[in-house]
């Protein structure tokens, strides 16, 4: 189990203090501790371990004040009063990061023999509702795209950017970390490292491939970054969040959130316009389950619903 190789590995390397952590009882405290340390050496990224260690301390608050202090006294009675508490201060969205982050630390702790039944069993997420995700408009991207002067080197960068977030539904840490190695032109395909150290491979339209390789012209460096700023140095995500709010700001964008993700939500929900299958785009954007990408689906209207069927219609397409 990885309780006792951490035991054992802790006992060499932090002596008796790390060792009375890992060979504490089954406090919640401890517990949890122990539970971030796995996730960082399972691969977890640092912005999922923080929002675990945010969400579940919040939990360990509650279950002190309840008098709750060992894993195996948490019950499913515990849980639902936390969640009704969190509901008075707090939208749907937040109260369900609590439930999912509470959850997985429970199964968790049920896998490394803490506990031997979970107490989120018969616990049901809290009701969401069905909120519509506005995207850009064809007018507002190419409101966006006429700031970006393709003769100068930020122009170039910026135009690159926006077509790349548009056309493959990168996210804005997986955008910021991109080298010239992931690219590959001769396949027109970009490999991206995702969320958990999870790397895939998409498709890069042509378009995007040449403003692209327009925008490589105009370095002449040998930096291995794909995004440099003005003054040559790799440009990290607060820097290409900044560029995206700008040229909103510039093109006059109203009516969505301002800033990268609203790429991504774009790019999800034309694909399935144009004809892309959900699964298929569940590959793409990396989603680890359907459950995100059919929210997109959702997202669909009649009009979309007429279209898919002028191309499907299973009479139209067959031969009599």
Known sequence: MLLDHLTTHTSHTRGEAGLDLLTASNGIKSQLQLFLISGKIEGLAPATLKYYDYTLNAFLAFCHLQKVVEVGSITRSHIRLFLWQLQEHNNPVSVLAYFKAVRRFTNWLLEEGAIKESPMTLVKPPPQPKLLVPVFTTEQIMGMLDWCDSQR???????????????????????????LVDFDFYKETVRINGKGAKQRVVRIGTKTQKALLKYLLTRDDKLPSVWLGEERRPLKRAGIQTMVKKLCYRAGVTGVKIGPHTFRHTCALNCLRNGMGEFQLQMMLGHSTLAMTRRYVSMLNQE?????????????????
């Open 153 to 179: 080197f930020c122009g170039a960068r910026n135009r690159a950017i926006v077509l790349m977030f548009l056309d493959t539904g990168i996210r804005l840490s997986e955008m910021a970390v991109l080298t």
């Open 304 to 320: 979309d619903v007429f279209k898919a069927h002028k191309k499907a219609s299973p009479v139209d397409n067959m031969r009599f």
